[in-house]
């Protein structure tokens, strides 16, 4: 899980830009190419390397945190495989 303070992961900064496109899936490796900054470049490497799925949530909405706990589809999810 990587909690943070918007819904989930974007092709850019959506606080910066306003047109930043939400990403519902993505693979590791798309995160890599793109560089998206989700969280340090190292962390990914190692969560794609020992085949952890990560989902990208916003902390700061009430109930979210048990939402993501619980399997249901919020924020971004990263995986090895596009599903």
Same mark, same amino acid.
């Given at each position: 899980? $990587? =909690?943070? !303070?918007? +819904?989930?992961? %974007?092709?850019?900064?959506? @606080? @910066?830009? !306003? +047109? *930043? !496109?939400? #990403?519902?899936?993505?693979? %590791?490796?798309? @995160?890599? *190419?793109?560089?998206?900054? &989700?969280? +340090?470049?190292? *962390?990914?490497?190692? *969560? ?7 989902? &990208?949530?916003?902390? $700061?909405?009430?109930?979210? #945190?048990? $939402? @993501? &706990? ?11 495989? !596009? =599903?």
């Amino acid at each position: 899980m $990587k =909690a943070t !303070k918007v +819904d989930g992961l %974007y092709d850019s900064d959506p @606080v @910066v830009n !306003k +047109d *930043a !496109k939400f #990403i519902k899936r993505i693979t %590791y490796m798309e @995160v890599l *190419a793109r560089q998206l900054h &989700v969280m +340090d470049m190292t *962390a990914i490497s190692l *969560a794609m390397d020992n085949n952890l799925p990560l989902s &990208v949530f916003n902390l $700061k909405q009430k109930g979210n #945190i048990k $939402k @993501v &706990v619980c399997g249901e589809d919020i924020g971004t999810r990263v995986t090895s495989e !596009k =599903a």
